[in-house]
């Protein structure tokens, strides 16, 4: 049984099938899954032991962002801790009064009334050396000694925090390391499959425990069978074909449609149990909540379902320390049938392996086994004139956000629309720059077909775009510029509506696809961002009618330069509802218009500035994360005049040994409301390879601005 479904390039749902034959065709695949690099955290060894400590391991609830694979939590205030060299000093002095006062007490200097106790409770003749002999005599007497020592040691002990001594400065170095956990009872255990115990299906938890104990099963198949499993549960398939699927194939049980169960390879650290990869550990700093500080930082679906924006200028490790893991992270997801994710960047920025992917499209080079649909797969000429016209002029649009590129979308569909009529396809780059341009050959050739046809709607819309285009200051000619950017002779194998070629639709993102798009931006900036723009807006308007929203759909986007527009903006809003998010990412804010930097904030739930950001960027940062009341502590120092000849004689020896006048400090405590973040801070006080980041989930949970190191 396949978890989703299979697929064709343009994203047509085939019939799903109880169990594919053999995995579909992929360029590069042999469809043998290979061995991936063992990665710390999860590393499926051939004994099985680390499968079953990774599946068992706890992962308690934690707030958003942390960790959560063997986090311990802390309080939420930090607790009042005595400085050290006041902790020590007070534990020596302590110690020493101890000393002294049983000194005093052994030589008789206080008397002997600490020994009346020992006459009150024990007989006369057990204190008598002759009756029970000089043993018995020496142990009573020593071993009263030694029980008013330990008195004595408790009392200073505790009044010279000893206890805390130990915890902090002793145990940390003598600590041994810790056992491990004793094996959950066979119905806590999640190895066991009880979940399918519960249901009936006995024989598959029972082949799947035995693949587990094995060393068959990797945390890639234990999630997408369970993916599997849920379909289940909610109706899409049914028990009987799952577990027959299960007694057959074990761990390799419900494959995704390339066949493979592993990425090549790992770089980051992954938990697919709670979705959850690791981008670094935060920073144990005041400026980070008490909860936080030390903690690993971790990013999944239910943050990314708000979208994330990262701002940092080049080499701060955008690419490297945040988008290669989170798709990794999301190409492990598509695995298991819970994602599908486009990765989106220039050619050789390090996305990652083609073996990572299922579609790779380059655009622009000429063994590019893949294609990209211009118009998104769709066959609506309205829908697939907004579309075009967002990424052909979107960014000429007002910038406010309630700008928009009607006007543009107009245009294309009147010319769109009669185009399909007559030839069941859209044109192509070519055929739509000649009639933009407003050709006399294909528009009189197109007015033709309408009229032999009787199409008289569509004649109507052909000669209002013949009157409009007569005015000056017709948009045509601005997307008729535009589109000449993609009419060069680098894509002159791209873009083809005639069926010839393999063209990849964002329609297909109803499966746990991996696709990554390589942009031409060497030599071709300008048709970069127009493609950048494209994808953006299909994949906005995919998500919004996909059928089964149960998987989630990620945009990963290396460089948004000149993508974000006010349709753009509206887009990522709307795309928490669709289960959708997307992946930004820029070198400075100065790439967004400044009308839409405030929106485009506000729009994405996860906000993150890398270190080298400029004091105008961080500004916007620090207005987005406002203020916290906090406590502010004023000390003066005030000046102590003495009045007596001896204080005067004191005052100035002390003057001659420390150098300075006696003061007398007083501290004021008061409230005031200051900047979570500062503009400064932002740009001066964060780190290389450090970043800020705050979080929100999709379910409306915040995390404040974390102080995160991207390298721990």
Known sequence: MDSEGTQDARGTRATPVPRPAGPPEHPGRSGVPPRPTEAPGVPPLPDGTAFLAWVRAPRPQAAPGVWRFGHRPRPDEEPEQIPARQLLSGALIAFLVGWLLWSLLSNGYLGDWWILPLYLLTPDSWRQSGNHGDVFNLILWDGYDLLIVVGIMLAVGRLGRWGEVWRRFLAPHLRRREHEPPPPAPEDDPAQWNQLRAAGAHDAADRLAAEARAGLMRDVDHARITRAWQGVLNGRHSLATFTGTVLEDGAAACPHPSGVRDLPVRL??????????????????????????????????????????????????????????????????????????????????????????????????????????????????????????????????????????????????????????????????????????????????????????????????????????????????????????????????????????????????????????????RGHADASRILARLVLAQFTASVAVREDRSLFACLVLDDATGVVTPEAVRGIQRLRSANAGTVLTLRTLDDVPRPLRGPLLGATGCRMALSGLTPWDGQDFAEVWG??????????????????????????????????????????????????????????????????????????EHAPPLLVNLRG
């Not at 144990?284 to 979208?307: E, F, I, Q």
């Not at 077909?449 to 000619?477: K, N």
């Not at 200051?674 to 800020?692: F, I, M, N, Y």
């Open 268 to 521: 980051a650290r992954h938990d697919l149990m709670t979705g959850q990869v690791r981008l670094g550990t935060t920073v144990d700093d005041p400026r980070n909540p008490y909860g936080y500080r030390g903690t690993g930082l971790a990013l999944g679906p239910d943050l990314l379902g708000t979208s994330l924006v990262a701002v940092g200028p080049a080499g701060s490790g955008k690419t490297g320390s945040v988008v290669w893991p989170l798709a990794e992270s999301l190409c492990l997801h598509a695995l298991a049938g819970r994602a599908a994710v486009v990765v989106v960047g220039a050619a050789g920025a390090g996305l990652g392996p083609a073996d990572t992917y299922d579609v790779v499209v380059r655009v622009g080079h000429p063994e590019s086994v893949y294609d990209l649909d211009l118009y998104g797969g769709t066959t609506d000429p309205d829908e697939a004139a907004a579309v075009l016209a967002e990424a052909l002029v979107g960014d000429l649009a007002d910038p406010h956000p309630g700008g928009d590129s009607r006007r543009s979308a107009t245009v294309l569909a009147q010319l769109l629309g009669p185009y399909l009529a007559v030839h069941g396809r859209f044109p192509s780059v070519p055929e739509l720059r000649q009639l933009l341009d407003g050709t006399p050959g294909p528009l009189a050739a197109l007015r033709k077909a309408l009229t032999e046809s009787g199409q008289d709607s569509l004649l109507r819309e052909l000669d209002a775009r013949e009157r409009q285009a007569r005015h000056p200051g017709d948009v045509g000619a601005v997307l008729a510029d535009r589109v000449a950017l993609l009419d060069r002779p680098a894509f002159a194998s791209f873009f083809d509506t005639s069926g010839q070629s393999r063209p990849f639709s964002l329609r297909a993102l109803d499966h746990p696809v991996r696709v990554r798009i390589d942009l031409p931006e």
């Open 627 to 700: 203020k916290e009341w906090i406590e502010a502590r004023d000390v003066t120092d005030r000046q102590i005049i003495a009045e007596t000849p001896a204080g005067k004689a004191l005052h100035m020896l002390r003057r001659v040994i420390t150098g300075r006048a006696p003061t007398a400090r007083a501290v004021t405590v008061r409230q005031v409301e200051r900047e979570r973040w500062s503009a400064s801070e932002l740009a001066h006080a964060v780190p290389p390879g450090h970043a800020v980041l705050s979080l929100t989930n999709v379910n409306g």
